[in-house]
């Protein structure tokens, strides 16, 4: 590589220099200028400065629509896009409640989706019970108070996972003892 090909590749550091020489009210003019842009940088900075009725809608919106798409309208699913979602709130806000409730709400969408679709892929019901844990890991790491309702909403889901197959409901009978939770 020469090393004008080196220059041309921007990085953080690069971008955080030429920062440190904006001052306040060219940083603010910047950050509305993302904020324009796009549609995810809004929903990054409504959820990190806690802005909007519920800042977990436009997440909650991105799960639905892949994890439980609209079959009528050909729309396809994208566990990874509907994953994508919790990711960014992590990345925005990154509080254990928030990821608690996000994981959670991934996991019922599933079975929202497979009260009116039937759905036969392995990977499908194996991303579901891997989100069934993880969101077991984000209820678990609340304090104890806060835990009830989140523990309820699993072992609902749980329920749920013994009508699918795939060894779904058994692993999530697995996980939930695993945590001292009785389903």
């Not at 904020?35 to 909650?60: C, M, S, V, W």
């Not at 990154?94 to 991934?106: C, R, V």
Request: glycine letters at 8%.
């Amino acid at each position: 590589m020469t090393s004008k090909q080196k220059k041309s590749k921007a990085s953080w550091s690069d971008v955080k220099s030429k920062l440190a020489d904006v001052d306040r009210v060219g940083l603010i003019g910047l950050i509305q200028d993302l904020y324009a842009a796009n549609k995810d940088n809004q929903t990054f900075l409504h959820a990190r400065f806690g802005l909007g009725e519920d800042i977990f809608k436009p997440y909650k919106d991105t799960i639905s629509r892949w994890i439980c798409p609209d079959v009528m309208r050909n729309q396809p699913i994208s566990v990874a896009k509907a994953k994508k979602a919790i990711t960014d709130y992590k990345k925005a806000v990154g509080q254990t409640e928030g990821l608690a409730e996000l994981s959670i709400f991934y996991c019922e969408e599933v079975f929202v989706f497979l009260g009116y679709c039937g759905m036969d892929d392995e990977g499908y019901f194996d991303a579901l019970v891997r989100m069934f844990e993880q969101a077991l890991k984000y209820v678990m790491a609340l304090p104890e108070a806060k835990r009830p309702a989140f523990i309820d909403r699993l072992e609902q889901v749980a329920l749920q996972g013994r009508n699918v197959g795939w060894g779904v409901g058994e692993d999530m009978a697995i996980l939930l003892s695993e945590y001292d939770i009785d389903d």
